[in-house]
Nanobody, 123 residues
Framework: QVQLVESGGGSVQAGMSPTLSCVAS????????LGWFRQLPGKEREGVAF????????YYTDSVKGRFTISKDNTENTLYLQMNSLKPEDTAMYYC?????????????????WGQGTQVTVS
């Protein structure tokens, strides 16, 4: 059974650079897409950063490009989100997610396993 457990959130000051972690278990196939999503208060959940299958190309939503970095450690089965220069508008519940892709492409609908989320509050 696929399980994802996030950690690393909390209350931080603007400009700080925390790192979120997501320990994954229950899958080992390289055709799993990995990503971070967030849900801002009163808003729908949005994709933040993604690692594709195969070569593991990374993708970012425009609002975090140049500030956030997604990475993974296959030996530790852990996904990371390094967040630099945090802004109050980054305040959200952050979720890691994964899903199997038969063709190697990752779509929003591909992500069907979710962690419980970790709250990041920037003031």
């Amino acid at each position: 059974q696929v399980q994802l457990v996030e950690s690393g959130g909390g209350s931080v000051q603007a400009g700080m650079s925390p790192t979120l972690s997501c320990v994954a278990s229950g899958f080992a196939d390289s055709n799993y897409c990995l990503g971070w999503f967030r849900q801002l208060p009163g808003k729908e959940r949005e994709g933040v950063a993604f690692i594709g299958t195969g070569a593991g190309n990374t993708y970012y939503t425009d609002s975090v490009k140049g500030r956030f970095t997604i990475s993974k450690d296959n030996t530790e089965n852990t996904l990371y989100l390094q967040m630099n220069s945090l802004k109050p508008e980054d305040t959200a519940m952050y979720y890691c997610a994964t899903g199997f892709s038969a063709n190697g492409y990752c779509y929003t609908s591909t992500y069907n396993y979710w962690g419980q989320g970790t709250q990041v509050t920037v003031s």
